[in-house]
């Protein structure tokens, strides 16, 4: 009799640990492995930078949008001096659209950028972002990454304002506008300015990818991708 009891006792445990089982998985409790999570984070980074880059680089993604790079306080009063002179009426329109085509065309620099960051995260960096705050991920890519950004930015930058127009037209504004008497001379590069912002943008936009991760299922587009982020709902 009492073996008979033990015998039922054991199936009704391990069927109770079954069901355990099952709804855990259910409800995406689990335990993660360390490699899930490596591989869950690093396949979140992927999805996100590549979205925001494919954004940001496309027409108008820096342009018409609200990572749109503006000008400076400084540049826009010699625009304003300027709108009065033949020939600079529209010189702050002109000038703007063309840093942001600029931008737009540094921004396809970012993906190998990324995607070497994202390969060399450790097991501890990807704990660290999926127990962290909100923008972990963008943190831990903007400090691994900036530095290696810029340098590629700049220069491709540079030459974007040189191709479209923008380093000629806004030097030819500066020279106008240091003519004029009593002002204070300005400097005519906006290279290491126009890197900033659009990195500033670059960096918004990928914040917003990894929210929309974290907090919007349907933006969970792989089994483990759910499983990852459901530790941290």
Same mark, same amino acid.
């Given at each position: 009799?009492?073996?008979?009891?033990?015998?039922?006792?054991?199936?009704?445990?391990?069927?109770?640990?079954?069901?355990?089982?099952?709804?855990?998985?259910?409800?995406?409790?689990?335990?993660?492995?360390?490699?899930?999570?490596?591989?869950?984070?690093?396949?979140?980074?992927?999805?996100?930078?590549?979205?925001?880059?494919?954004?940001?680089?496309?027409?108008?993604?820096?342009?018409? $949008?609200?990572? #749109? +790079?503006?000008?400076?306080?400084?540049?826009?009063?010699?625009? @304003? !001096?300027?709108?009065? %002179? *033949?020939?600079?009426?529209?010189?702050?329109?002109?000038?703007?659209?063309?840093?942001?085509?600029?931008?737009?065309?540094?921004?396809?620099?970012?993906?190998?950028?990324?995607?070497?960051?994202?390969?060399?995260?450790?097991?501890?960096?990807?704990?660290?972002?999926?127990?962290?705050?909100?923008?972990?991920?963008?943190?831990?890519?903007?400090?691994?990454?900036?530095?290696?950004?810029?340098?590629?930015?700049?220069?491709?930058?540079?030459? $974007?304002?040189? #191709? +479209?127009?923008?380093?000629?037209?806004?030097?030819?504004?500066? @020279? !106008?506008?240091?003519? %004029? *008497?009593?002002?204070?001379?300005?400097?005519?590069?906006?290279?290491?300015?126009?890197?900033?912002?659009?990195?500033?943008?670059?960096?918004?936009?990928?914040?917003?990818?990894?929210?929309?991760?974290?907090?919007?299922?349907?933006?969970?587009?792989?089994?483990?991708?759910?499983?990852?982020?459901?530790?941290?709902?």
């Amino acid at each position: 009799m009492f073996s008979y009891v033990l015998v039922l006792s054991s199936l009704f445990f391990n069927s109770c640990n079954a069901q355990f089982g099952k709804l855990l998985k259910k409800v995406g409790l689990e335990e993660l492995s360390t490699e899930e999570v490596a591989n869950g984070l690093k396949e979140a980074l992927n999805q996100g930078t590549g979205k925001g880059v494919d954004f940001l680089s496309a027409k108008d993604g820096y342009y018409k $949008s609200i990572y #749109k +790079v503006l000008l400076p306080d400084d540049a826009q009063k010699v625009c @304003n !001096k300027l709108s009065v %002179i *033949p020939g600079f009426n529209n010189i702050e329109n002109e000038v703007v659209e063309k840093l942001n085509r600029a931008a737009e065309d540094a921004a396809t620099k970012a993906k190998p950028i990324f995607l070497s960051a994202i390969k060399q995260m450790t097991i501890q960096d990807a704990w660290n972002i999926l127990k962290g705050e909100k923008n972990a991920a963008t943190k831990y890519l903007n400090r691994t990454t900036n530095q290696a950004l810029y340098n590629e930015f700049k220069p491709v930058i540079t030459n $974007s304002m040189e #191709k +479209v127009g923008a380093i000629q037209l806004w030097t030819s504004a500066i @020279n !106008k506008y240091n003519q %004029i *008497p009593l002002v204070k001379k300005m400097n005519p590069d906006m290279s290491d300015y126009v890197t900033q912002k659009a990195l500033d943008g670059l960096f918004k936009k990928i914040a917003e990818e990894e929210l929309n991760i974290r907090t919007n299922l349907t933006a969970r587009t792989s089994d483990l991708l759910k499983k990852v982020f459901s530790k941290q709902d």
